[in-house]
C-alpha cells in the first residue's frame, strides 16, 4: 500500500513538473507572486524575531525591569526621571515585595591615557553583582566580586569585546593590567562576551553606593508578578519614602513609579515601527494570496476539460484533487526557495537601514531556523489554501458538458467569474491601503527634511569637552572656555565661534517658568540655551527689540537674557517684555552648580528657531550667558568656510594644549547629526515603500490575468460585434471599462479603509495629515494608472482578434 502511495505521488510530482513547464507564463507569474509575498515576510520576520522575541543572550531577561518616576500633573518641577539616590536604591532594595534583584548604574565618560594617547571610554560604574544579574560571565578573565565595591578595595573594571578588538587587537596579556582611568588606577580584570552590551558601556566598572551620585535601576522580578504589581508596590515605597525625607527637590508635584521591560527601555518607539512594518508585510502577502488565488482560478478553469477527460477513464476524485494539489506543494516549494533567496538579499539592506542605536546593540538579526520554518508554512499553506477551491471546482460537477465543450474554459460559471472579479477588487484595496502608507510615510519624510529650520546647519562643527568630575569651579570651567573660543577663532576657514550648551536643533533643555505678576496653573515650559556672546551671529538669528547680551556680560556672569518672539508673543501678549524679570526653576536644583532663587533680565528679543519635540517646533526659548554656571555640558561650535570633519584633530589638540586632562566626548558637523537622525524616517520610507512598491506590482499581474483570461473566454463574443460592424475603439473602450470597474471598486473600498485606520496612521507620520487629500488623491491616481496599463495589453489583443478565425474556432 505505502509502495502504491509513493508511486503515485512521484507519479504526481512528475505530472506537476511536466504541466509548469507547458505552461511558463503561468508557473512565472505564480512563483514570483508568491515568492515577493513569501520573501518580503521572511524579511519582516526575522527582524521582528531578532528584535522582540530573541533580542538578548540574558538570563531571564523576560522579567528584567528599568525602574523609572513618571509625573501626573502638569504643573510644577521635574517631568519624571530615571535615576534614583542610593538612599532611594536602598529603600526599594529592603522594601519591596516583588523584586528578586536589582542591579544600579552610573554613567561617567573617563579619559584612559596611557602616556602616549587618551582614549575615551563611555563607562558604566555598577554594582558588584551586575554580571550574576544578566547571567553572563567574562570570556577572558573573571567576573566582579562582591568585595570588589568595598570601600578602600582596588578599582577593577571589565572591558566590552568590541573595544578589546578594535583598540587593543584582542590581546588577552592586558588582563590583569592597571589602567589609569581619569587619572585613577583601575586594573582589568576580565574581557566580556561579543554580545554583551549592557548600558551600552565600552567598560564597566565595580562601585559601591558609597560613591553617592544618580543611579539607574534595573531589577528583575518575581516570576508571576506582572508590571502593574512591580509599579505599585515600587510607588508605595516611594511615597514613603518623600514623606520621610520632606523637601526632596527632585520629584514632580504628584508623581507616581513607573516599570518597564528591559526591551522597551531599548527600542523606545521602534516597536510601533516594527508592528507597522508587520501589518503592512501582511497586506502585501494578502495581496500576493490574492493574486496567486486568481491565476490558479484561472488555470483552473482552462483545465476543466483535461479533467474531466481524466475522471472519464477512471482517475478518482480523490485521485485528481491529490494531483492539483502536489501541483500547489511544487509551486509553494519553488516559491519558498526564491522567497528565501529575495530574503536573504532583502534582510542584508534592511538591516543597513536601520539607524544605529535604535535597536539593543546586542541583537544579531539573522534568518534563523524558527523564521525559515514559519516562512515555509506560510508558503506552503498559503498555496495550498489558494490551489484548493479551484481543486474542487474541478473534480464537481457532471462530466459531459465539460466533455462536450470546444473552448477552453467555456465551463467558466458567473460564480467564478464573480470570485476573480472579487479577487482582483481586494487586490486592489489592500495595495490602495499599502501605497497610501508609504506615500504617507514619503510626505513625512520630505516634510522632515525640508523644514525651514531658522538657521543653516550647514559647515558648522560642534566639539564637546568632557571635564573630569574633579575639575574645579565654574570660574576654572568659564577660564577654559574663553581660551578655547580663542583658539578656534584663528583655526584656518572659521568664520565665526560660539560656545553652547547643547548641539541644537535636536537637543535641548528645558525649564519651568515663572514671571512675576504672571500667576499661571498651567506648565509655562520654556527651552533654554546657556551660550556666549557669539551664539546669535553663528546661528543667524536677528535681533528684533533691545539688544544682545555683550562679551563683558558673559564675563561679569550677569543675570540677564534675550529670548525669541514666541516667549515675548506667549507670556508678553501685547506687551514690551525688555526690561522684565522672570525665573526659570530649572536653576533651583539644589545639587546643581546654578544662581538658586534668581531672576534674570530679558534684554532683547530675536527670531525663533525650530527645535524637535517629536515634530519641528516653535516654542518659547531663552538664552542666557554660560558662564553662570559650572554643572551643564559645555559645547564649542564654528561657522566654517571648509569642512567642518576636517578641524576635528585641531580642535582635539587645541583642548589638549590648554588642559591634557579634558577630552572630546563628541564632535563633528551639525548637518551629519541631522543626517543621522533623519535615517529612522528614511527607514521607514525606504520598507513602506518597496512593499506598496510590489504591491502595485502585484495588483498589475492579477489585473493582467483577469483581463486577459476575460479576452480569452469572450474571443467568439468579439468577433461576432466586429462581424456586426464594431471598430477597435469600440472593443478597446469595451475591456476597459471591464478593467476599470474593477480596479476603481477597489479603489474606493481601499480609500474608505485608509481613511477608517487614519488614527492608526497618525502616530506613525508626525507633522503630515494622517487622512492628507494631496497623498489620497495621488495614490488613486497612480493605482487607477497602473490598472489601466495591467488592462492595455488584453484590450489590444481584443481589437485584433479577426472575425473569421474567432467565429471558425467556435
Same mark, same amino acid.
Given at each position: 500500500?505505502?509502495?502504491?502511495?509513493?508511486?503515485?505521488?512521484?507519479?504526481?510530482?512528475?505530472?506537476?513538473?511536466?504541466?509548469?513547464?507547458?505552461?511558463?507564463?503561468?508557473?512565472?507569474?505564480?512563483?514570483?507572486?508568491?515568492?515577493?509575498?513569501?520573501?518580503?515576510?521572511?524579511?519582516?520576520?526575522?527582524?521582528?524575531?531578532?528584535?522582540?522575541?530573541?533580542?538578548?543572550?540574558?538570563?531571564?531577561?523576560?522579567?528584567?525591569?528599568?525602574?523609572?518616576?513618571?509625573?501626573?500633573?502638569?504643573?510644577?518641577?521635574?517631568?519624571?526621571?530615571?535615576?534614583?539616590?542610593?538612599?532611594?536604591?536602598?529603600?526599594?532594595?529592603?522594601?519591596?515585595?516583588?523584586?528578586?534583584?536589582?542591579?544600579?548604574?552610573?554613567?561617567?565618560?573617563?579619559?584612559?591615557?596611557?602616556?602616549?594617547?587618551?582614549?575615551?571610554?563611555?563607562?558604566?560604574?555598577?554594582?558588584?553583582?551586575?554580571?550574576?544579574?544578566?547571567?553572563?560571565?567574562?570570556?577572558?578573565?573573571?567576573?566582579?566580586?562582591?568585595?570588589?565595591?568595598?570601600?578602600?578595595?582596588?578599582?577593577?573594571?571589565?572591558?566590552?569585546?568590541?573595544?578589546?578588538?578594535?583598540?587593543?587587537?584582542?590581546?588577552?596579556?592586558?588582563?590583569?593590567?592597571?589602567?589609569?582611568?581619569?587619572?585613577?588606577?583601575?586594573?582589568?580584570?576580565?574581557?566580556?562576551?561579543?554580545?554583551?552590551?549592557?548600558?551600552?558601556?565600552?567598560?564597566?566598572?565595580?562601585?559601591?553606593?558609597?560613591?553617592?551620585?544618580?543611579?539607574?535601576?534595573?531589577?528583575?522580578?518575581?516570576?508571576?508578578?506582572?508590571?502593574?504589581?512591580?509599579?505599585?508596590?515600587?510607588?508605595?515605597?516611594?511615597?514613603?519614602?518623600?514623606?520621610?525625607?520632606?523637601?526632596?527637590?527632585?520629584?514632580?508635584?504628584?508623581? +507616581?513609579? *513607573?516599570?518597564?521591560?528591559? %526591551?522597551?527601555?531599548? $527600542?523606545?518607539?521602534? !516597536?510601533?515601527? &516594527?508592528?507597522?512594518? #508587520? @501589518?503592512?508585510?501582511?497586506?502585501?502577502?494578502?495581496?500576493?494570496?490574492?493574486?496567486?488565488?486568481?491565476?490558479?482560478?484561472?488555470?483552473?478553469?482552462?483545465?476543466?476539460?483535461?479533467?474531466?477527460?481524466?475522471?472519464?477513464?477512471?482517475?478518482?476524485?480523490?485521485?485528481?484533487?491529490?494531483?492539483?494539489?502536489?501541483?500547489?506543494?511544487?509551486?509553494?516549494?519553488?516559491?519558498?526557495?526564491?522567497?528565501?533567496?529575495?530574503?536573504?538579499?532583502?534582510?542584508?539592506?534592511?538591516?543597513?537601514?536601520?539607524?544605529?542605536?535604535?535597536?539593543?546593540?546586542?541583537?544579531?538579526?539573522?534568518?534563523?531556523?524558527?523564521?525559515?520554518?514559519?516562512?515555509?508554512?506560510?508558503?506552503? +499553506?498559503? *498555496?495550498?489554501?489558494?490551489? %484548493?477551491?479551484?481543486? $474542487?471546482?474541478?473534480? !464537481?460537477?457532471? &462530466?459531459?458538458?465539460? #466533455? @462536450?465543450?470546444?473552448?477552453?474554459?467555456?465551463?467558466?460559471?458567473?460564480?467564478?467569474?464573480?470570485?476573480?472579479?472579487?479577487?482582483?477588487?481586494?487586490?486592489?484595496?489592500?495595495?490602495?491601503?499599502?501605497?497610501?502608507?508609504?506615500?504617507?510615510?514619503?510626505?513625512?519624510?520630505?516634510?522632515?527634511?525640508?523644514?525651514?529650520?531658522?538657521?543653516?546647519?550647514?559647515?558648522?562643527?560642534?566639539?564637546?569637552?568632557?571635564?573630569?568630575?574633579?575639575?574645579?569651579?565654574?570660574?576654572?570651567?568659564?577660564?577654559?572656555?574663553?581660551?578655547?573660543?580663542?583658539?578656534?577663532?584663528?583655526?584656518?576657514?572659521?568664520?565665526?565661534?560660539?560656545?553652547?550648551?547643547?548641539?541644537?536643533?535636536?537637543?535641548?533643555?528645558?525649564?519651568?517658568?515663572?514671571?512675576?505678576?504672571?500667576?499661571?496653573?498651567?506648565?509655562?515650559?520654556?527651552?533654554?540655551?546657556?551660550?556666549?556672546?557669539?551664539?546669535?551671529?553663528?546661528?543667524?538669528?536677528?535681533?528684533?527689540?533691545?539688544?544682545?547680551?555683550?562679551?563683558?556680560?558673559?564675563?561679569?556672569?550677569?543675570?540677564?537674557?534675550?529670548?525669541?518672539?514666541?516667549?515675548?508673543?506667549?507670556?508678553?501678549?501685547?506687551?514690551?517684555?525688555?526690561?522684565?524679570?522672570?525665573?526659570?526653576?530649572?536653576?533651583?536644583?539644589?545639587?546643581?552648580?546654578?544662581?538658586?532663587?534668581?531672576?534674570?533680565?530679558?534684554?532683547?528679543?530675536?527670531?525663533?528657531?525650530?527645535?524637535?519635540?517629536?515634530?519641528?517646533?516653535?516654542?518659547?526659548?531663552?538664552?542666557?550667558?554660560?558662564?553662570?554656571?559650572?554643572?551643564?555640558?559645555?559645547?564649542?561650535?564654528?561657522?566654517?568656510?571648509?569642512?567642518?570633519?576636517?578641524?576635528?584633530?585641531?580642535?582635539?589638540?587645541?583642548?589638549?594644549?590648554?588642559?591634557?586632562?579634558?577630552?572630546?566626548?563628541?564632535?563633528?558637523?551639525?548637518?551629519?547629526?541631522?543626517?543621522?537622525?533623519?535615517?529612522?524616517?528614511?527607514?521607514?520610507?525606504?520598507?513602506?515603500?518597496?512593499?506598496?512598491?510590489?504591491?502595485?506590482?502585484?495588483?498589475?499581474?492579477?489585473?493582467?490575468?483577469?483581463?486577459?483570461?476575460?479576452?480569452?473566454?469572450?474571443?467568439?463574443?468579439?468577433?461576432?460585434?466586429?462581424?456586426?460592424?464594431?471598430?477597435?475603439?469600440?472593443?478597446?473602450?469595451?475591456?476597459?471599462?471591464?478593467?476599470?470597474?474593477?480596479?476603481?471598486?477597489?479603489?474606493?473600498?481601499?480609500?474608505?479603509?485608509?481613511?477608517?485606520?487614519?488614527?492608526?496612521?497618525?502616530?506613525?507620520?508626525?507633522?503630515?495629515?494622517?487622512?492628507?487629500?494631496?497623498?489620497?488623491?495621488?495614490?488613486?491616481?497612480?493605482?487607477?494608472?497602473?490598472?489601466?496599463?495591467?488592462?492595455?495589453?488584453?484590450?489590444?489583443?481584443?481589437?485584433?482578434?479577426?472575425?473569421?478565425?474567432?467565429?471558425?474556432?467556435?
Amino acid at each position: 500500500m505505502s509502495v502504491n502511495w509513493l508511486e503515485g505521488v512521484g507519479q504526481d510530482l512528475r505530472l506537476a513538473a511536466r504541466g509548469l513547464r507547458r505552461r511558463p507564463g503561468f508557473a512565472a507569474a505564480a512563483i514570483a507572486t508568491l515568492a515577493l509575498g513569501v520573501g518580503a515576510a521572511t524579511v519582516m520576520f526575522s527582524v521582528v524575531y531578532s528584535v522582540l522575541v530573541n533580542p538578548f543572550p540574558y538570563k531571564n531577561i523576560d522579567r528584567a525591569v528599568v525602574i523609572g518616576m513618571r509625573a501626573v500633573t502638569n504643573t510644577g518641577g521635574w517631568r519624571g526621571r530615571g535615576f534614583f539616590t542610593p538612599a532611594e536604591i536602598l529603600a526599594i532594595r529592603d522594601g519591596n515585595h516583588t523584586l528578586e534583584a536589582l542591579v544600579a548604574a552610573r554613567s561617567q565618560t573617563v579619559v584612559h591615557d596611557d602616556g602616549r594617547s587618551a582614549r575615551l571610554f563611555h563607562a558604566e560604574f555598577v554594582t558588584p553583582n551586575l554580571l550574576d544579574f544578566f547571567g553572563v560571565a567574562p570570556i577572558v578573565g573573571r567576573p566582579f566580586t562582591l568585595g570588589d565595591a568595598d570601600p578602600g578595595a582596588p578599582r577593577v573594571f571589565v572591558m566590552n569585546h568590541r573595544v578589546w578588538q578594535s583598540e587593543f587587537g584582542g590581546n588577552s596579556d592586558i588582563v590583569g593590567q592597571t589602567f589609569r582611568l581619569s587619572g585613577e588606577p583601575a586594573t582589568l580584570v576580565g574581557i566580556m562576551p561579543a554580545r554583551f552590551n549592557v548600558y551600552a558601556a565600552d567598560v564597566w566598572i565595580a562601585s559601591g553606593q558609597a560613591d553617592g551620585g544618580m543611579w539607574t535601576v534595573t531589577a528583575r522580578r518575581r516570576p508571576g508578578v506582572d508590571l502593574t504589581t512591580v509599579a505599585a508596590d515600587l510607588d508605595a515605597i516611594e511615597h514613603r519614602f518623600v514623606d520621610e525625607h520632606p523637601g526632596g527637590a527632585m520629584n514632580p508635584d504628584q508623581f +507616581v513609579m *513607573t516599570a518597564r521591560t528591559y %526591551l522597551d527601555s531599548q $527600542l523606545g518607539t521602534f !516597536r510601533s515601527t &516594527l508592528y507597522g512594518l #508587520l @501589518a503592512a508585510v501582511l497586506l502585501l502577502l494578502l495581496i500576493a494570496c490574492a493574486n496567486v488565488a486568481n491565476l490558479m482560478l484561472v488555470r483552473g478553469t482552462v483545465r476543466e476539460r483535461e479533467m474531466a477527460m481524466r475522471a472519464s477513464i477512471g482517475a478518482t476524485r480523490g485521485r485528481l484533487i491529490g494531483q492539483l494539489l502536489v501541483e500547489s506543494l511544487v509551486l509553494a516549494a519553488a516559491a519558498a526557495l526564491a522567497g528565501y533567496a529575495l530574503a536573504y538579499a532583502g534582510l542584508k539592506i534592511v538591516v543597513s537601514l536601520i539607524p544605529p542605536g535604535t535597536i539593543p546593540a546586542e541583537t544579531s538579526i539573522e534568518m534563523s531556523a524558527p523564521v525559515l520554518w514559519l516562512s515555509l508554512i506560510l508558503a506552503v +499553506v498559503t *498555496t495550498l489554501v489558494c490551489g %484548493l477551491a479551484p481543486a $474542487l471546482h474541478l473534480v !464537481r460537477g457532471e &462530466l459531459q458538458p465539460r #466533455l @462536450a465543450a470546444g473552448a477552453k474554459g467555456s465551463g467558466s460559471t458567473p460564480s467564478h467569474t464573480a470570485l476573480r472579479s472579487g479577487l482582483v477588487v481586494a487586490e486592489v484595496a489592500l495595495a490602495m491601503v499599502l501605497v497610501i502608507g508609504a506615500g504617507l510615510s514619503a510626505r513625512a519624510y520630505f516634510s522632515l527634511t525640508r523644514v525651514d529650520l531658522g538657521f543653516d546647519p550647514r559647515n558648522v562643527l560642534y566639539i564637546r569637552p568632557f571635564f573630569p568630575t574633579d575639575y574645579g569651579s565654574a570660574d576654572k570651567k568659564n577660564a577654559f572656555s574663553r581660551q578655547m573660543l580663542d583658539r578656534m577663532r584663528g583655526f584656518p576657514g572659521v568664520t565665526a565661534v560660539a560656545e553652547s550648551m547643547l548641539v541644537p536643533p535636536l537637543t535641548y533643555d528645558w525649564s519651568d517658568t515663572i514671571i512675576p505678576g504672571k500667576p499661571h496653573t498651567e506648565r509655562w515650559e520654556t527651552r533654554f540655551e546657556l551660550c556666549s556672546d557669539g551664539y546669535f551671529g553663528l546661528l543667524g538669528l536677528q535681533l528684533l527689540r533691545g539688544s544682545l547680551f555683550t562679551e563683558e556680560d558673559v564675563a561679569a556672569k550677569r543675570f540677564v537674557t534675550v529670548v525669541n518672539q514666541t516667549f515675548a508673543r506667549q507670556y508678553f501678549p501685547n506687551e514690551d517684555p525688555i526690561g522684565k524679570q522672570v525665573k526659570f526653576q530649572v536653576f533651583d536644583r539644589p545639587f546643581l552648580d546654578a544662581p538658586h532663587d534668581t531672576y534674570f533680565q530679558i534684554v532683547g528679543v530675536v527670531t525663533d528657531h525650530r527645535t524637535w519635540g517629536g515634530e519641528w517646533q516653535i516654542v518659547p526659548q531663552a538664552f542666557i550667558p554660560y558662564s553662570v554656571q559650572g554643572c551643564c555640558f559645555r559645547t564649542f561650535l564654528a561657522r566654517t568656510s571648509v569642512a567642518p570633519d576636517s578641524l576635528i584633530k585641531q580642535a582635539r589638540e587645541a583642548i589638549w594644549a590648554i588642559d591634557p586632562g579634558v577630552g572630546i566626548s563628541a564632535g563633528g558637523s551639525i548637518e551629519k547629526t541631522l543626517t543621522d537622525f533623519y535615517r529612522s524616517p528614511q527607514f521607514d520610507l525606504f520598507t513602506l515603500g518597496a512593499f506598496g512598491g510590489i504591491g502595485l506590482a502585484l495588483i498589475s499581474v492579477g489585473v493582467f490575468s483577469v483581463m486577459a483570461y476575460t479576452v480569452s473566454l469572450r474571443t467568439h463574443e468579439i468577433g461576432v460585434r466586429m462581424a456586426l460592424g464594431a471598430g477597435s475603439a469600440r472593443i478597446l473602450l469595451m475591456i476597459f471599462a471591464k478593467g476599470l470597474r474593477l480596479v476603481a471598486t477597489g479603489s474606493l473600498i481601499g480609500l474608505a479603509a485608509a481613511y477608517m485606520f487614519s488614527s492608526v496612521l497618525a502616530s506613525r507620520i508626525p507633522g503630515v495629515s494622517p487622512t492628507d487629500p494631496v497623498t489620497f488623491g495621488s495614490v488613486a491616481t497612480i493605482v487607477l494608472l497602473v490598472g489601466l496599463l495591467a488592462c492595455f495589453l488584453p484590450a489590444r489583443r481584443a481589437t485584433r482578434v479577426d472575425p473569421l478565425v474567432a467565429l471558425r474556432c467556435e
